[in-house]
């Protein structure tokens, strides 16, 4: 049936197939055209050059002429489709094998080289969805996996730049998870790769990809793990302090998500949020700010802010990205000793342990 396929792929593949099992089976092929219906094989014979004839009884030719031969080739196989247009749907399964993480390995590198060949030169459409598959990666609890995914994401971000802003809500959740990582090369990495998209923000001239930005940021606020609480908060001092001009920085949100962190249960947390504080006084001014504030904290941590404010030092941005915090009278940065902002009545007591190297411990 397939001899007489419109399509002529089809056609040739069935020819070629019907050729080598005559070529591998011998007397036993013409046994099995013997069986089939005389226009069958009269059929087959026209196309194989008469092979089939002496099956259905006809004389065979002695000899075929050459090109009735039909050439053994492989048959075609239809192309698999590229997912984003450069990787093998095989790889991207393997990307997803939850049970075998040097199989992820493998195959991160490949998409990570993958994605170096793609030609900037035109839109490319996949962008999100690329970002959306490195968010489901930064799940992954492999540190290597974690690291290599970290990388692709800067990689992309800085050669893409602007293009790339637009989705970059996408890797959002997953940078956010990881501020709060064990490992403090971890928490580092994310925090810088918010410094690097908040770089390109500021190229761009225009306070919609900055609100969307902060908006996200600030849905994280209330996050279980307090080093996300602790590094998310510096990230937004971060945002403070490389925007100071940009009057979203003084909108509701932003101090509404503040003043909730002034009175976290954790004191590191609320050293930070105090920091904030102290930038934001910097920007709008003490009358400016105390306006803004009125009810919406508690007299004890307004005490506590008002101590912080006696001092004139504020966090400064490194040029790798990190927030750093300035010990008064210490041209050296470091990390201030949390001081003991009260919290909210009624919030539980929780004893926080502290982890070498860790940039939130003082």
Not at 77 to 93: C, D, E, N
Request: glycine share 6%.
């Amino acid at each position: 049936r397939r001899l007489s396929d419109s399509s002529d792929l089809v056609e040739q593949a069935a020819r070629q197939t019907l050729s080598h099992l005559e070529e591998v089976l011998g007397p036993r092929f013409m046994q099995a055209l013997r069986e089939l219906p005389k226009q069958v094989i009269l059929a087959v014979d026209e196309r194989l050059g008469g092979s089939a004839s002496s099956a259905s009884g006809s004389r065979p030719s002695s000899k075929r002429e050459p090109a009735q031969q039909a050439v053994l080739a492989p048959c075609p196989q239809p192309a698999q489709q590229l997912v984003f247009g450069i990787l093998q749907p095989s790889v991207v399964a393997d990307l997803e094998d939850d049970k075998n993480w040097q199989r992820r390995a493998v195959a991160l590198e490949e998409f990570q080289g993958s994605l170096q060949t793609v030609s900037m030169n035109e839109g490319w459409p996949h962008l999100r969805e690329v970002l959306e598959l490195l968010n489901r990666l930064l799940a992954d609890t492999n540190f290597k996996i974690t690291l290599t995914t970290l990388s692709i994401v800067g990689d992309l971000l800085h050669r893409w730049g602007p293009q790339i802003i637009s989705v970059v809500g996408a890797i959002v959740p997953g940078l956010v998870e990881k501020l709060g990582d064990n490992k403090i090369v971890v928490r580092q990495t994310s925090a810088k790769l918010f410094f690097h998209i908040f770089k390109i923000v500021q190229k761009l001239r225009t306070s919609q990809y900055l609100e969307n930005l902060i908006s996200r940021l600030l849905s994280y606020i209330s996050h279980n793990n307090w080093h996300v609480r602790f590094e998310l908060v510096s990230v937004l001092v971060m945002a403070l302090i490389l925007f100071r001009e940009d009057e979203l920085l003084s909108r509701e949100p932003l101090l509404q998500g503040l003043c909730k962190v002034m009175h976290d249960e954790n004191d590191k947390v609320r050293f930070v949020a105090l920091e904030a504080f102290a930038v934001l006084r910097s920007i709008l001014g003490s009358v400016a700010l105390e306006r803004k504030l009125s009810g919406q904290v508690s007299p004890e941590a307004a005490t506590a802010m008002q101590e912080r404010f006696r001092d004139s030092t504020l966090p400064t941005v490194s040029e790798e990205g990190l927030v750093e915090f300035v010990q008064p009278g210490s041209p050296a940065p470091r990390s201030r000793a949390p001081p003991a902002v009260p919290k909210r009545p009624g919030t539980p007591t929780r004893t926080t342990r502290r982890q070498r190297g860790d940039p939130a411990a003082s």
